[in-house]
Every structure is written in C-alpha cells, then in structure tokens.
C-alpha cells in the first residue's frame, strides 16, 4: 500500500510527523482519526504516496535511515539549502565528532604541541561534513533528479533525455518514462512518447487512474489538447472518489473552457474530502480558473494572486511548483487584461511567456497573447 507523509497531534498531545500506509488519502486520514489523531494534516495525495512507496521499494535501507521530519523539511529547498540542510544534520547527529576535534584543536594550542599534522587532520575533519553535503547536492540521485524535472519544466527536451541515462536503476522506471515520453511527445514524436509509455499501462503498482493521468500530460506536450481532455476524463471514471482525480479533471476542463457546471461540482465535492496541504495550496488557483472563465475577472485576478502566494515558497526547490508559479501568473496577466488592467496585465506576462514558448504551450500562449498582446 502507498506510504502517506502525515503531520498530527498524537493521542498523547504531542505534534509529530510520521508516515501511515493506507490504500488512499482517505482512508489514511479515517484511519489516524480512528487511531486517536487529531489536527491531521497530510502531506501527501494519492499520487504523490504512490511515488514515495516507489522510491522506498528500491532504496529501503536508505528510506529508513531518513525520517519523515526531515521528509517534510526537505521539502522544496533550492541546491544551496539543501547544502546547508544536510551540513546542519550531520552535526545534529554526530556532534561529538565536531567537539572532539575542537578539543583536540584546543589542547594542541594550550599544551603548545602546535604540531601542524593535528591542525590539518582537525580542519579536513571539520570540513568532512560540507564536502559530504557538497557531494549530495552536486552528485545525489536526488538532486540530479531534481535537474532533469527543471529541464523537463523548460522544454529542454534533448537534455530531458540525455539525464535519464544517468539516473536508470536509480530512479523509479515509471518517473523516468513518462519524463521519457512527454520530451518525445514535444519533439514530435508522438509514436514513440506512447511507445515508451504504454510499457506501464497494466504495471501492478501502477493504478489505472495514473496512467492515464500521465497519458494526459503527453497529449498535452504535444499539443493535442482534446486528447488530453479525454485522458483526464477517463481517469476520473476510473476512480470519482479520488479526490485528487475530481480536481485534476476539473482543471482539464477548466483550462479547455468546457463544462464549467461540472467542473464547479467536482471542485465542490473535492472540497468535502480529505486534501493533502499541496491540494490545498492549490485550491485557490482552480477557484480563478472558475472565476475567469465566469468573467469574474477582479475575482480570479484575487485568487491567483493568493495561490501564487501559497506555492511560491516551494518553488525554489521543486521545479514542477515553479512551473505552476509560471502557469498561475499567464492566467492572473490575462485576467488583469480582461479587468482593464492592461500596464499590470503587460507586466505580469513577461515572465510566464518566456516559459511558455519554452515549452511551446501553444494554448495558454495564444490565450495570453490574444489578451494582452505579442510580447
């Protein structure tokens, strides 16, 4: 079962994070209540658990040796604070190390040894832990990881798949395809985007739902949008009480201005359910959606303007959430276009353009364009 990352006051009172295995996010959060644990907050959807329990299937002696704290603090750091991250946990966990060198540094000074071998032992000692967390963040399957999905959020497909060399048997094969297929997919190569990644269409750790979740993002990169549509649509068929499907179809429709009706009612059933903190950070944004294509555009200008400000933060660090930050900027510049604001609107849409033809988001690139005009 997939591994939920949870933040929760425990029967005993005290706030901790830890980790449950549930079949989906809702019941992991039925479960806990059962349990005794209150002011839940998950931090993981359904997809997001499912990726996790992948990574600790391959890497379960180094899964264990990280705890769900340091899960969570992790979360979103840029390269030069995960450096400082893993530097400051090393000392945490071996303090001893630093004062007995310091010590030993101290003693060689007092008793006038002034013996240079114990100054250069004590300074590479000392220094151990920032070259050990230099590796990591240059070296680590992780970061490296991290590097490949910020070229996969610019376009640079050629280099998407030059780095998915390197990470093969270090890295989940699903994650590596379907990065795999959407850069063939916006090279043009369509029949062998879905060539790689129909190997995963019965894998068994693999839900139905996600699969075509994830088919959605290659028509998508190719440009063929109703494709995607349908994609999301079947996703959602395969599990409606999903609520992380409810609001990935939702913004389908959204974002192809179809069937605001339903749309609105997934949106409002999601809200009824369990969300992971990340889902609703979200919310905001799926709301200016509604509200722009309502022509309810000082309301969506609001709201996009709220969820950029909640997501923000991780976007350093997680190149996917800047994506978004980008995505939800292109929406905001055209409703402030539409609002009359068109200076503001003119500002608000440099950013998010450059990405755009990066990406060639052929779409959202003419809905920007249309609205506040070529850049």
Request: charged share 20%; with cysteine; proline share 4%.
């Amino acid at each position: 079962m997939p591994d939920f990352l949870f933040t929760a006051d425990s029967p005993t009172g005290k706030r901790k994070t830890q980790t449950i295995l549930a079949a989906n996010s809702q019941a992991a959060q039925t479960e806990l209540e059962s349990r005794g644990w209150t002011s839940i907050v998950l931090h993981t959807d359904d997809a997001g658990a499912i990726a996790s329990s992948a990574v600790a299937k391959m890497y379960p002696e180094l899964t264990e040796k990280i705890t769900p704290s340091h899960r969570l603090e992790s979360r979103g750091l840029s390269d030069f604070q995960f450096f400082l991250f893993v530097t400051k946990n090393f000392y945490i966990k071996a303090p001893w190390f630093a004062v007995a060198l310091i010590i030993l540094l101290v003693m060689n000074i007092a008793f006038g040894f002034h013996n240079s071998i114990i100054y250069i032992g004590a300074a590479l000692g000392l220094s151990m832990p920032l070259i050990f967390a230099a590796c990591i963040t240059l070296f680590g399957t992780a970061r490296k990881f991290n590097r490949l999905v910020e070229a996969y959020a610019w376009g640079r497909w050629q280099e998407v798949l030059d780095r998915i060399i390197s990470l093969r048997g270090k890295v989940p094969e699903s994650e590596l395809s379907i990065r795999q297929a959407c850069a063939l997919a916006g090279m043009g190569k369509l029949d062998e985007a879905r060539t790689e990644w129909s190997k995963f269409e019965n894998h068994p750790e693999l839900p139905r739902w996600m699969f075509l979740t994830q088919l959605g993002d290659i028509f998508q990169t190719a440009g063929l949008y109703d494709e995607s549509l349908k994609c999301h649509a079947e996703a959602y068929d395969e599990d409606k009480d999903n609520p992380t499907m409810k609001l990935d179809y939702a913004m389908a429709l959204l974002t192809a201005e179809r069937d605001l009706e339903l749309a609105q009612r997934l949106i409002d059933e999601a809200k009824q359910q369990y969300l992971s903190d990340l889902l609703s950070m979200f919310l905001p944004y799926i709301d200016g959606l509604v509200a722009l294509n309502s022509r309810k555009y000082d309301l969506a200008v609001e709201l996009f303007e709220s969820a950029r400000k909640n997501i923000l933060p991780l976007a350093a660090g997680e190149p996917l959430t800047a994506l978004m930050v980008d995505t939800i900027q292109a929406y905001m510049a055209i409703a402030l276009a539409k609002s009359g604001q068109t200076q503001r609107a003119m500002e608000e849409a440099r950013a998010p353009r450059v990405r755009l033809q990066a990406r060639n988001s052929v779409r959202l690139l003419k809905q920007l364009n249309d609205a506040v005009g070529v850049g």
